[in-house]
């Protein structure tokens, strides 16, 4: 089957920060619960989620309106300050430009679908120059109205962003949440990118398709032709 569509998951796929976020995250939950977050926890709880489901988790109760907009604005400047700490490996994926290239070279819809919050989408835009490739309005983000990951909700709305069915569409993913978000809303493909994670991770989950380390990996023939954006 040939696909119309590609939606890219962001953060632990076209950028490759999940080692910062994790240790933003325990630090935060040594201030919220006193220990940090395990690496099971981590890959379990947290990768996908809203910031609301992960404060949840680590307090092991529903936290307030008040809470979750504090300790997310808290955590997010950190790992965003982590992020211009490090500008060497503030870049896109690798192959990940290129494929981008590609994509619009070839006029294949495409969008990103991130459970980050509006703050953290602003400052990849302005970034990573995102504009180039992507239509901004059409990327989806957490904006407190859909369930977090494995939810199908934002890979549903990515979908009908772009004009396409579910299954028309290529969703590529690092998140265990995010390929049970992608199964659930019936999306044509996975592939998985072992970003962090080695890619025994993805082996014994039949949803995948292909597990891959790099952009340059991605079989391009799977997608139809001189699709209209």
Not at 8 to 31: P, V
Not at 214 to 222: A, H, K, L, Q
């Amino acid at each position: 089957m040939k696909y119309k569509g590609i939606i890219f998951d962001f953060n632990g796929t076209l950028f490759f920060d999940s080692q910062k976020h994790l240790d933003a995250w325990r630090e935060f939950s040594r201030r919220l619960r006193g220990t940090a977050f395990t690496d099971d926890e981590m890959r379990k709880y947290m990768f996908g989620r809203t910031n609301e489901d992960i404060i949840a988790y680590a307090i092991q109760k529903r936290p307030t309106k008040e809470q979750v907009e504090k300790y997310g604005k808290e955590k997010e400047a950190l790992y965003r300050d982590m992020c211009r700490k490090d500008p060497d490996n503030f870049k896109l994926a690798p192959g990940a430009v290129e494929f981008l290239n590609w994509l619009k070279e070839n006029n294949i819809p495409r969008t990103i679908a991130t459970m980050s919050e509006k703050d953290n989408v602003d400052f990849y835009i302005d970034g990573f120059n995102l504009a180039q490739w992507f239509d901004i309005d059409k990327i989806v983000y957490s904006d407190g109205t859909m369930r977090g990951k494995p939810a199908p909700d934002i890979y549903e709305i990515a979908a009908e962003k772009l004009n396409l069915k579910p299954e028309e569409c290529i969703v590529v993913e690092d998140a265990l949440s995010g390929i049970d978000a992608a199964k659930n809303a019936g999306i044509g493909r996975i592939i998985a990118i072992a970003s962090m994670d080695g890619k025994d991770v993805y082996k014994d989950i039949p949803c995948v398709t292909q597990v891959i380390t790099t952009f340059d990996e991605f079989d391009r023939n799977m997608f139809a032709q001189n699709v209209t954006c």
